[in-house]
Nanobody, 118 residues
Framework: QVQLVESGGGLVQPGGSLRLSCTAS????????MGWHRESPGKQRTFVAR???????VYADSLKGRVTISRDNAKNTVYLQMDALPPEDTAVYFC????????????WGQGTQVTVSS
C-alpha cells in the first residue's frame, strides 16, 4: 500500500516562498503521476499541479509561473515550490497519486497547512 506524507507547510508572509514535500513509501513516485491539490476553508479541494512518470509537469492556470513541481527519484519525494505567495494561497495542501490520466487520485496524504499572512 502506497502511503504519502506531506511536509513543509507553515506560516509565511505575503510574497514569501515555501517548498512542500511529499514522500512516498510502499511505491515509487517515478512510477505514477503525482499531484498536488489544495483545500481552502469553505471551498472544495482543487488541483494545483501534477507531474507524470515521464516528468511532464502540468499546472493550474491560476498558479502558472508561481509554482513548480519536481521529483527526486532517489529520495522518492515530490516537491512543490511556491513563490510570491499571496494570502489567497492559504490552504491545506495534499498530495496524491494516480496510475493514468483517467484513473482517480488515490492514497491522499494527511495534508500540510500553508498560511500566508503578515
Amino acid at each position: 500500500q502506497v502511503q504519502l506524507v506531506e511536509s513543509g507547510g507553515g506560516l509565511v508572509q505575503p510574497g514569501g516562498s515555501l517548498r512542500l514535500s511529499c514522500t512516498a513509501s510502499g511505491g515509487r513516485v517515478s512510477m505514477y503521476t503525482m499531484g498536488w491539490h489544495r483545500e481552502s476553508p469553505g471551498k472544495q479541494r482543487t488541483f494545483v499541479a501534477r507531474i507524470t512518470s515521464g516528468g511532464v509537469a502540468v499546472y493550474a492556470d491560476s498558479l502558472k509561473g508561481r509554482v513548480t513541481i519536481s521529483r527526486d527519484n532517489a529520495k522518492n519525494t515530490v516537491y512543490l515550490q511556491m513563490d510570491a505567495l499571496p494570502p489567497e494561497d492559504t490552504a491545506v495542501y495534499f498530495c496524491a497519486r494516480r496510475s493514468g490520466s483517467l484513473a482517480p487520485w488515490v492514497n491522499w496524504g494527511q495534508g500540510t497547512q500553508v498560511t500566508v499572512s503578515s
